[in-house]
């Protein structure tokens, strides 16, 4: 009993011992801290005062780039579902003449009809590939006694023809024109610039694909939509539809965004961690 009584003794001993110890690391702890902040933490506070406003632009840049990368990432999704879209009015069977309204916008459409040569007007600055030259756009008359503005096509610049429009116009009776159902485009204003200009052997150009330029006939009513043939209007014109709308630029534009905004948040990171660091 009284080995029993001597070994409790001394484990409470032991005990004893280890928490003194422990409380006097504790303690020693906490004095250090104590002096660390009071020597340590006043320097930091005083180097966050001063990189303060460096820190509140570097978090504007990062915010501002990356809100640029997520506004090209909803461009690029609203590319993506516009040419799904195109390309599902594209596939559906033609619509007729009778009764085009914009709401037609993307469908196919197969007409007959006249072309009125003498109202013949080009479209300037039209690409096809890496060359520029116009676009011939000619009234159709159709035999429900309306018009459509017709897109027939791409053409060069051939400013050494006697007569510039004659090699590329039709001369029939009976003109056929495969094509897709387009929407005029909306300008909101044309900046105080002239809307038409002259082209070759005094052809009227239009800068803008402006319809009401274009004189009607005798009053003949005019469809509210054109129609940007594909084939079949001339041997000698360069009839194709119009690309779908591409993503590819907006994914570009997106990953430069996000790219800057990651390098400038890793760059902000290292300079502000020096700048807290510093000992002055």
């Known amino acids: 009993m009284l080995g029993l009584r001597e070994d409790q003794s001394c484990f409470k001993a032991g005990v004893f011992s280890r928490s003194k110890a422990l409380l006097g ?12 902040s009071r020597k340590e933490v006043p320097k930091t506070m005083a180097n966050l005062k001063r990189i303060a406003f460096p820190v509140v632009f570097l978090v504007l840049c990062v915010a501002g780039l990356t809100r640029l990368g997520i506004w ?3 461009r690029m999704h609203q590319k993506e579902e516009m040419a799904t879209h195109l390309s599902m009015l594209r596939s559906l069977p033609p619509v007729t003449a009778d009764g085009l309204t914009p709401d ?17 007007v080009l479209l300037e600055n039209q690409r096809k590939a890496n060359d520029v030259g116009y676009r011939i756009l000619t009234p159709l008359l159709l035999p429900t006694g ?3 503005l017709v897109d027939r096509g791409w053409v060069n610049r051939s ?20 094509g897709v159902v387009m929407p005029y485009p909306l300008y909101k204003n044309f900046w105080g610039g002239p809307v038409t200009g002259v082209g070759p052997e005094g052809t009227t150009v239009l800068l803008k694909l ?34 779908l709308p591409s993503p590819a630029r907006h ?8 790219a800057l905004a990651a390098v400038v948040a890793a760059l902000g990171t290292w300079w502000v961690a020096l700048q807290l660091g510093r000992k002055d």
């Open 72 to 74: 090209q990432m909803d």
């Open 210 to 243: 402006e319809p009401s330029i274009i004189p009607l006939k005798d009053g003949t009513p005019r469809l509210p939509v054109y129609v940007q043939a594909d084939g079949g209007t001339f041997h000698n014109v360069h009839a194709f539809l119009e690309d």
């Open 146 to 148: 309306q018009e459509v």
């Open 104 to 120: 037609h916008a993307g469908r196919r459409v197969h007409l007959h009809g006249t072309y009125d040569h003498s109202r013949e």
């Open 159 to 178: 400013l050494g023809a006697q007569d510039f429009l004659a090699p590329y116009r039709s001369g029939g009776m009976d003109d056929a024109v495969n």
């Open 25 to 36: 690391l504790s303690l020693y702890g906490i004095v250090q801290f104590i002096v660390f």
């Open 251 to 258: 994914r570009e534009y997106m990953y430069t965004w996000f």
